[in-house]
Every structure is written in structure tokens, then in C-alpha cells.
Nanobody, 121 residues
Framework: QVQLVESGGGLVQAGGSLRLSCAASGGVFSDYVMAWFRQPPGKERELVARADRSIGMTENTRFTISRDNAKATVYLQMNSLKPENTAAYYC???????????????????WGQGTQVTVSS
């Protein structure tokens, strides 16, 4: 059973930075697409970033996704944060490589518990 544990969220002032971490266990990490989604209150989860073992892609030019295969950990570096970035951030994983399908939350069977990011103005 794949398990994902996120950390690194918190309260930050506008313009600040956070680095979220997601540690994976229970599978061959290099075979997985790893993704970050956000879910503001009352809204559906939406893609923030994703990466397979070779390529990372983000939906926000201020954010960077990276992964350390040796540590089975994926990171989301969030810079120049704005209040609209406030949300619960979730790590997710699926077997395979990046594709159009991996943009969608329903492509992911395994999810972390989430970590809250709050940006104050």
C-alpha cells in the first residue's frame, strides 16, 4: 500500500516562500508520477505541479517541483506567495509517466493527508 506524508505548510506573509515535502513509501518511486494539488475551501482539487522520473511541470511560474529519487520524496518550492495561494495542498501519486490524464485528480489513487498553506496580506 502506497503511503504519502506531506509536510512544510504553514503561515507565511505575502511575498514569502515555503517548500512542501512529500515522502512516499510502499512502491517503486521511480515508476510513479508524483503530483501536487490544491483545494481551497468549497472547491475541487486542482493541479499545481507534477513530475515523473524525468520531467517536472508546474501550473504556476512562481513554483518549482523537484524530486529526490534516493529519498523517495517530491518537493514543491513556492516563492512569491500571494493570499490567493492559500489552500490545502495534497500530494498524490499514480503509476506511469506524465500524460494528459495525469493533469486530473481522478487519475491518482493515492493521496497524502494534506498540508495547509496560509498566506497573509
Amino acid at each position: 500500500q502506497v503511503q504519502l506524508v506531506e509536510s512544510g505548510g504553514g503561515l507565511v506573509q505575502a511575498g514569502g516562500s515555503l517548500r512542501l515535502s512529500c515522502a512516499a513509501s510502499g512502491g517503486v518511486f521511480s515508476d510513479y508520477v508524483m503530483a501536487w494539488f490544491r483545494q481551497p475551501p468549497g472547491k475541487e482539487r486542482e493541479l499545481v505541479a507534477r513530475a515523473d522520473r524525468s520531467i517536472g511541470m508546474t501550473e504556476n511560474t512562481r513554483f518549482t517541483i523537484s524530486r529526490d529519487n534516493a529519498k523517495a520524496t517530491v518537493y514543491l518550492q513556492m516563492n512569491s506567495l500571494k493570499p490567493e495561494n492559500t489552500a490545502a495542498y495534497y500530494c498524490a501519486t499514480a503509476v506511469g509517466r506524465l500524460s494528459d490524464a495525469s493533469r486530473l485528480a481522478n487519475a491518482y489513487a493515492y493521496w497524502g493527508q494534506g498540508t495547509q498553506v496560509t498566506v497573509s496580506s
